[in-house]
């Protein structure tokens, strides 16, 4: 079997693998965010934190909740950090500097696990643990919880509330992240990832001089990372690493992981709406902008300009080769799709085209499946604008799954829209006209500004993954990154709650003869269509100065 059809079949077979979930998963999540009893378990938690489970919200409280979560999240890991010499299970670990600290907590709470950082170097098993792996199970959970409380927005009628806040938080966590988890680390024992704890700072010295490393709990964390979380691993080189993604089935399985929550969320959708048309047509956008990303990467790598890589049939500098360029190419396209950075090749070695796509996968959002939850609201977002400018075309007032797009809903629409990009644009261009931003870069010319690109793109989007041809960790580079990462999670969760309160106190609009039906063909085109040229418009110029120009050279 040649290795281009062994690389379709893999891809083939986890697109079945993910219709195969697509109903249960989604039924299950349902019944998880609309169930009303809650479990002992839960009771004791909601408890602790002096929540009332029955009591509903107001958009505003809610987002305050969300806010209110993540800030003191943020201290606690960064005091965690700061403070990690002196506390146990350390490893002898120095305290993390303070620049560096800020940078990794706003991380891993906003769900983008960016590391400037060796993780087998710089963290101990308590900071690993009770820090990083928490925030990759709630940090998650709060993206899926703006999510549902958004598809409450279209679902209710007159209502000033949007769900319980604490109650999301929970549920999200206990009964869909960590089930699935365990599970999958389990199975990622089975293939060979290692589940241990490491005594001192891990390495031992063996006679000779020679020194071998033992890992810390790694399926376990492998695992969480990958359920649409990040790749905030304990290994540098993440899921490349063999004591991580052992094989080629343990390969096939995280990017799995990587996908199945995000994509299988739109049933969910649609059953809360109570239209289950709604939730095809937003997986179906979903799916095609994915195959589009999957085409042009698979094309670029495999058939790469050049002498080498055109004699031997595939680039594969960068690539691991148990896993070849075309399974290498597509966990790139599966995790710059979502908010998950975990990489098991580096992108700063693809082609021009093929880096360049993947920070155009990024730069649309990623709502092709998106993150956990991130993804889900702002594909419906991107939603709204569509049937916005389908109502501009028609000369009538727009409505999407009965509830009128008005001027409040489309400015916040809009505001959603814009505050990535200018985060992401921002950031770039005073990267690149400071002395101190340009000292970072490793290489010049066109790439050199793809790998900033990528970064700031990166950490705004709340992704996670690098093009590892830059030294980010810097005082100016983690300062600025976090900022990009904060603003970049929580300015867009403000603006999609605003929104669905806003939706939720309307009326339902009963839908009449010039209602566009948001279910059909013509609809998904007109969303994929919307998606990709707003974004094409708004970083063409970018890009051309970056992997456009660097694949014309």
Known sequence: MSSTLAGMLFIASLLLALAVSYKPLGDYMYRVYTGTRHSGVERLIYRLLGVKADAEQSWGVYARGVLAFSVLSILFLYGLQRLQSSLFLSLGMEPVEPALAWNTAVSFVTNTNWQAYSGEAAMGHLVQT?????????????????????????????????????????????????????????????????QTFADHSGWTTLAGGEQTFTPGAVASQEAIKDLGTNGGGIFNVNSAHPFENPTAWTNWLTIFLLLVIAFCLPRTFGRMVGDNRQGYAIVSVMAII????????????????????????????????????????????????????????????????????????????????????????????????????????????PEYLGKKIGAREIKLASLYFLATPTLVLLGTALAMATETGRAAMLNSGPHGLSEILYAYTSASNNNGSAFAGVSVNTPFHNTTLGLCMAFGRFLPIVLALALAGSLAKQAPVPASAGTLPTYRPQFVGMLVGVTIILVALTFLPALALGPLAEGLR
């Open 130 to 194: 009770a820090g990083l792996a928490v925030q990759n199970f709630v940090s998650a959970a709060v993206g899926m919880a703006v999510a549902i409380a958004l598809v409450r927005g279209f679902a209710r009628k007159k209502s000033d509330t949007l769900g319980n806040f604490w109650v999301d938080l929970v549920r999200g966590t206990l009964r869909i992240l960590l089930p699935i988890a365990f599970i999958a680390a389990l199975v990622l024992v089975a293939g060979g990832a290692i």
């Open 290 to 397: 994915a195959i589009i990303s999957i085409g042009v990467t698979q094309w670029a790598e495999l058939s790469a300009s050049g002498t080498v890589p055109q004699a031997i049939g595939a680039a594969m500098e960068g690539r691991e080769a148990r896993f070849g360029t075309s399974n290498s190419g597509m966990f790139a396209t599966a995790t710059t799709l979502t908010s998950t950075g975990s990489v098991n090749s580096f992108h700063d070695s693809y082609t021009a085209i093929g880096g360049g796509m993947l920070i155009f996968n990024m730069l649309l959002g990623e709502v092709a499946p998106g993150g956990v939850g991130a993804g889900l609201y702002g594909i419906l977002i991107l939603a709204v604008i569509t049937v916005f400018v389908a109502g501009l075309m028609v000369g009538r007032t």
